[in-house]
């Protein structure tokens, strides 16, 4: 599948005021700064698309873009920033699980992680609510630089090892690099078969 027409929709405060759920609905999330921006818009071929900022917790709104005419991405803010007040990050995390939970198009979300460093608590904590509310879920491993392949295969080892302890299996993973120009294809071919499977119905 190819990009050929992307643009921002609108920020929504609440799940209640996105776009009209009539297209399928792909949602990316991960820690502030894992590099959600840089890979939404790696994967749309546009650089300036989802705003990207060096600065932790820029995105503080759920982001919606018109894919193609026929589905969304939608760019979560990220979890787990710090540098907020308490009640600040409690309204993020309220606003976020509840778009996960009560979005009925939502098809998948993408929960990104730092190939760079090793398992972080707050990630595998993440990844095992997705996995109680069964909300469909796949890891991108991000940031993976050809010249550090060595280092994060370890990472993504023991970030699965971590998993484990509380899955019978890994949920299906992905891998890329917007500095590698790396996993695009991959990526955009997952959403497509689940595409195919939405407009067959």
Known sequence: MKIKYANFICSSPTV?????????EYAFIGRSNVGKSSLINFLCGH??????SGTPGKTQLLNHFEINNKWYIVDLPGYGYAKVSKTQRSKWE?????YLVKRENLQCVFLLIDGRIPPQKIDLEFANWLGEMQIPFVFIFTKLDKRQRKKWK???????????????EM????????????????ILEFIDQINQQYFAK
Do not use: Y
């Open 171 to 186: 949920p299906q993973q992905l891998f890329s690099s917007s500095s590698d120009e790396t996993g695009k294809e991959e």
């Open 154 to 168: 370890t990472n993504i080892q023991a970030f699965e090892k971590e998993m484990l302890k509380h899955w019978e």
């Open 16 to 24: 209640n005021l996105c776009p009209e759920p009539t297209k399928p």
């Open 47 to 52: 650089k300036k698309l989802a705003k990207v």
């Open 94 to 98: 309220k606003m976020i699980r509840n």
